[in-house]
């Protein structure tokens, strides 16, 4: 499989690269990559800044199709992976947790494999086929950037909160950082 990993946002709310912030002393980049390289054969890091990740000895790529965020994102990483299926998580998520990430990898028979809490999905931490960039580039015609309206199109497995919770019991892998107030908060969780 192919782990990607979606650095392009602008950070605007941060003001700096979130994928490079610490949590407990460790950046989110390298807590993700050590993850990463334990579970997938390739890693794809999707960035409008190359330059600031080509010393960590993965593919690093720019978006095919520029300013289409997080689903231009997704439909580079996905066409420009080498195995037909992947894994999606965005480079702001300091808690991943590889046991859950293999679950959900493990699942195998649909396009999608998704969490989903309090009702809505979590697309940003999901497995995606590679014929979903052909749903996104469909979605990015219309004009339409939602990932999840790609789902209609897709074999899709939802992961509940229950399921999640017997590997993540307090659904860390979930949560992100988009403010310095959060990354505050998230100062004194262990990775």
């Known amino acids: 499989m192919t782990g990607i990993i979606l650095a392009g946002g602008n950070n605007s709310r941060m003001g700096m690269k979130k994928a490079f912030l610490s949590v407990s002393g460790v950046r989110i980049i390298d807590h993700t990559l050590d993850v990463f390289r334990e579970i997938f054969q ?30 231009g994102g997704l439909y580079t990483g996905l ?17 991943l947790n590889g046991r859950l ?28 086929s590679r014929k979903c960039a052909g749903y996104a580039m469909k979605q990015i015609k219309n004009g339409n950037l939602k990932i999840i309206d790609i789902f209609p199109w897709a074999g899709v497995r939802v992961i509940d909160e229950d399921e999640m919770r017997k590997f993540d019991a307090d659904l860390e892998s979930l949560i992100n950082i988009n403010t310095r107030e959060e990354l505050s908060s998230l100062s004194h969780k262990e990775t």
């Not at 010393?55 to 095919?64: A, E, H, P």
């Not at 066409?79 to 808690?95: G, K, V």
């Not at 969490?115 to 995606?128: D, I």
């Open 101 to 128: 990430i293999r679950y959900m990898t493990g699942i195998t028979g649909y396009d999608v494999v998704v969490p989903m809490v309090r009702g809505r999905y979590e697309p940003l931490f999901a497995c995606y």
């Open 42 to 71: 390739e890693i794809i890091i999707v960035t409008n800044t190359p330059a600031d990740f080509e010393t960590f000895g993965v593919k690093v790529v720019t978006d095919r199709i520029k300013g289409k965020g997080p689903l």
């Open 79 to 95: 066409s420009e992976a080498r195995f037909e299926r992947c894994f999606i998580a965005a480079c702001d998520m300091p808690f």
